[in-house]
């Protein structure tokens, strides 16, 4: 199956910094990618939807200004979380399609803020 | 409103049992699909099964089945011959419509699955 890598797959910050996570289709061009986030015990939660070249579509009470999502390319989208606060300490996780597939998961990235 | 409900916050199984996931959903769009995905606790999501609303059999995939009852708006999982390797998160999961229509891949709860030895 289709191959999507999602860097890091852990990250530690400070409360105030900010993170980027990497999201990569190895094998195929994505030209959609969703970005979910799950708290402990939750399901996931879906927070946008990118398409290469275009701004993203945030869910319903997600702050676009808190996380930035850039889709540059047809094989990676960015993910940056701004001002990190310990609130927003969670699973982020990955998913792209080309269209003509199901789309595939990235492995996540747990993030903690401190 | 919840369009994809599943009631079982937590499942015990005997391994080599089989077991079912429940998992009901809500939607008006004629064109839909309804997955099961398993997430260990790494945390990685694992595809397992796919149904189409317009196809008329009910998936299989190795142990996993699905039991598609579209008038009653059910898409439950069946696991076979539990193994202990089956102990999981499992998410039921529905899209509206294609990609190239805007749908969206949204997950129910989950069910934790717990198999005994």
Not at chain 1, 35 to 62: C, D, H, I
Not at chain 1, 69 to 93: G, R
Request: hydrophobic residues 35%; neutral net charge; proline residues 3%.
């Amino acid at each position: 199956g289709a191959v999507v890598s999602q860097h890091p797959s852990w990250v530690i910050c400070k409360s105030g910094t900010s993170v980027k996570i990497e999201c990569r289709s190895l094998d195929f061009q994505a030209t959609t990618m969703f970005w979910y986030r799950q708290f402990p015990k939750q399901s996931l939660m879906l927070m946008a939807t990118s398409n290469e070249g275009s701004k993203a579509t945030y869910e319903q009470g997600v702050e676009k200004d808190k996380f930035l999502i850039n889709h540059a390319s047809l094989t990676l989208s960015t993910l940056t979380v701004t001002s990190a606060h310990p609130e927003d300490s969670s699973f982020y996780i990955c998913s792209a399609t080309d269209m003509n597939t199901e789309a595939f998961f990235g492995q996540g990235t747990r993030l903690t803020v401190v | 409103a919840q369009k994809i409900t599943q009631t079982q916050p937590g499942m015990f199984v005997q391994e080599k049992e089989a077991v079912t996931l429940d998992c009901t959903y809500d939607t008006s769009d004629p064109s839909y699909g309804l997955f099961w995905y398993k997430q260990p606790s790494s945390g990685e999501m694992i595809f397992l099964i796919y149904q189409g609303s317009y196809d008329q059999q009910n998936a299989t995939e190795g142990r996993y089945s699905l039991n598609f009852q579209k008038a009653r708006k059910s898409a439950n999982l069946v696991i076979s011959a539990s193994q202990l390797g089956d102990s999981a998160m499992y998410f039921c999961a529905m899209r509206e419509g294609t990609y190239n229509q805007g749908g969206k891949l949204i997950f129910g709860q989950g069910t934790e699955l717990s198999v005994k030895p």
